[in-house]
C-alpha cells in the first residue's frame, strides 16, 4: 500500500511538472555571439561565388549589416545522413566553398556561428548531443582548411529549429542541417 502511495505521488509530480524546454548548447570558443541577427539561407553558384572573391570590405555597401546579407547569401547549408555527424563528400564540396567565402576579403572579418540542426527522431537530448557533434564536424572541418577557430561558434538547435514541419522522410532530411549564421 505504501509503495503504490509513493509510487502514484512521483508519478503524480512527473505528469504535473511535465517536460521542460532545453536551452540550446552553445560552445562560444571564444566568440561574441550576437542572436539578435538571422536570415535566411539561400544555395550559391560558383559564378556568384568568383564575382564575391573580387570584391574588397570598401566595395559599395552601404552598411555592415547589407555586407553581412550579400555574404550570408552565398554561403551554403550542410546536410547529414540519418543519426550521423559525418560528412559526405557532396558536403565537403559545400564545406570548401563555405570556406573560400569565409577566408575572402568580404567576410575575414566576421565571427561564424555554425548551427547544428536535427530532425524530430530521437530524444531532446540525443538531438541536442547531436545537433552539436554535427556542428563540431563542420567546424574542425572548416579550420582544417584554414578557418581561424577564434572566429568560431558552435550551437545546436536540435529538433527546436526545423525548416520543414512536415512529417516525412523529404522534410526529415531538410531538418537534419548546419546552418552558418555571420556576425559582426
Known sequence: MRK????????????????SKKIPEIDTGGVSVNSGYDNSDTI?????????????????FAS??????????????????????????N???KIDQN?????GDLANDLSIKIEGNCDEWGTDEYNY?????????????????GVDESRMALISYGESKPICAEHNTGCWQQNR????????
Open 4 to 19: 503504490s502511495t509513493i509510487l502514484s505521488f512521483v508519478m503524480s509530480v512527473v505528469l504535473i511538472t511535465g517536460c
Open 44 to 60: 550559391s553558384n560558383d559564378s556568384q561565388i568568383d564575382g564575391m572573391a573580387s570584391m574588397d570590405n570598401s566595395s559599395s
Open 64 to 89: 555592415q549589416e547589407e555586407r553581412i546579407v550579400a555574404i550570408q547569401n552565398e554561403v551554403q547549408t550542410v546536410y547529414f545522413a540519418t543519426d550521423s555527424y559525418r560528412l559526405s563528400d
Open 91 to 93: 558536403e565537403m564540396q
Open 99 to 103: 570556406t573560400n567565402i569565409f577566408n
Open 129 to 145: 548531443a547531436l545537433g552539436l557533434k554535427r556542428a563540431k564536424s563542420v567546424k574542425d572541418t572548416l579550420s582544417s582548411l
Open 177 to 184: 542541417r548546419v546552418d552558418f549564421k555571420l556576425l559582426p
